[in-house]
């Protein structure tokens, strides 16, 4: 079974920086796709970032450059540092695994939530 749990979010004003975390049970994480989400108010769920388990990475347009996905196999972790944070920033993030006999996320985690402030 697996459980991914997200933290890092809260409250920052705009152009200022966060970093989520989460951290996946169970013994796929390293031959797994991890990827982070975000939902806001109103919207759809859309892809922010993702990396590949050989750590090739790909980015939604509204984050390149600002935001970084990085991964820890030794801890089954995954990161997003975010910085030059905006307002439309502000949403629920969702962290995801996709196995590697997946063609798309199959594990969710519980959400944290990233408000910015202009």
């Known amino acids: 079974q697996v459980q991914l749990v997200e933290s890092g979010g809260g409250l920052v004003q705009a152009g200022g920086s966060l970093r989520l975390s989460c951290a996946a049970s169970?013994?796929?994480?390293?031959?797994?796709?991890m990827g982070w989400y975000r939902q806001a108010p109103g919207k759809q769920r859309e892809l922010v970032a993702r990396?590949?388990?050989?750590?090739?990475?790909a980015y939604a347009d509204a984050v390149k450059g600002r935001f970084t996905i990085s991964r820890d196999n030794a801890k089954n972790t995954v990161y997003l540092q975010m910085n030059s944070l905006k307002p439309e920033d502000t949403a629920v993030y969702y962290c995801?695994?996709?196995?590697?006999?997946?063609?798309?996320?199959?594990?969710w985690g519980q959400g944290t939530q990233v408000t910015v402030s202009s």
């Open positions: 990396i590949a388990r050989a750590g090739s990475t």
């Open positions: 995801s695994l996709q196995p590697f006999y997946s063609e798309s996320p199959q594990y």
């Open positions: 169970g013994n796929i994480f390293s031959i797994s796709t």
